[in-house]
């Protein structure tokens, strides 16, 4: 039998997002109507924003803490969480969970470098834009990451705050994002990290200028994969 997968969500859209793709590829791998295990848990987003903005990651830490204690009550084999920004507290989680989790940009890396990839448009909030998360996991990779001027990175967390956490998506957002990859395309850019869990409600492959690495996807497929022993801890 597959493993049980136990999600820590931070936004609706994007733990519905990563729960979706996990069903989706379960019944790929495993059959009609099928997937491993699921459960969920969440607290509204406007508490871990609270938190955030205060940069109160302590409080980040305790949230995602109760929500594993939450998850493991009910049997949970690991835990993931389909938001990168809040992965700033990943190891401080990890190492007080009594089961183990898979960290966003574990995938995120292999298809990096399974598609050479080597300088990657970083996009997500600006917290995650000009935060640790993905150079301390990239750093020695061999992969650099490059991240929008101030300006736009301060529109593309008003559009992801203002639009695409509620699940709005509209033509003017998507042509901003496009023209802000066609930039770093031109400065040097060969792909696009998708690091915030609802652009991928945005951007597709056929428009994109650069190829995308849908953190979301790809951590929602790693998922499966370990629940059904193909990925180990």
Request: glycine share 8%; net charge negative.
């Amino acid at each position: 039998m597959a493993g049980h997968v136990g999600i820590v969500g931070c936004s609706a859209e994007g733990a519905a997002l990563c729960y979706r793709e996990i069903s989706r590829e379960g019944a790929s791998l495993m059959g009609s109507h099928n997937h491993p295990e699921i459960s969920v848990h969440t607290f509204p987003l406007a508490v871990y924003m609270e938190a955030i903005r205060e940069d109160r990651w302590d409080r980040v830490a305790d949230l995602l803490l109760a929500s594993a204690r939450k998850l493991e009550s009910a049997g949970v084999d690991f835990i993931i969480c389909p938001d990168n920004t809040i992965h700033q507290v990943f190891d401080q989680v990890s190492g007080g969970s009594r089961v183990p989790w898979i960290h966003i940009a574990e995938p995120v890396k292999r298809m990096a470098e399974k598609q050479g990839l080597e300088n990657l448009l970083l996009l997500g909030t600006k917290y995650l834009m000009t935060g640790p998360v993905y150079p301390d996991f990239f750093r020695n990779s061999g992969i650099s990451l490059m991240i929008p001027g101030e300006q736009d990175r301060e529109l593309i967390d008003s559009i992801i705050f203002r639009e695409l956490v509620y699940g709005v998506c509209t033509s003017e957002s998507r042509e901003y994002f496009n023209s802000v990859i066609h930039l770093s395309k031109d400065n040097g850019a060969d792909g696009v990290l998708m690091g915030c869990t609802e652009i991928p409600l945005l951007l597709v492959e056929p428009e994109s200028p650069l190829p995308l690495l849908d953190s979301t996807r790809l951590l929602a497929d790693a998922a499966v994969e370990r629940a059904l022993g193909e990925l180990k801890p």
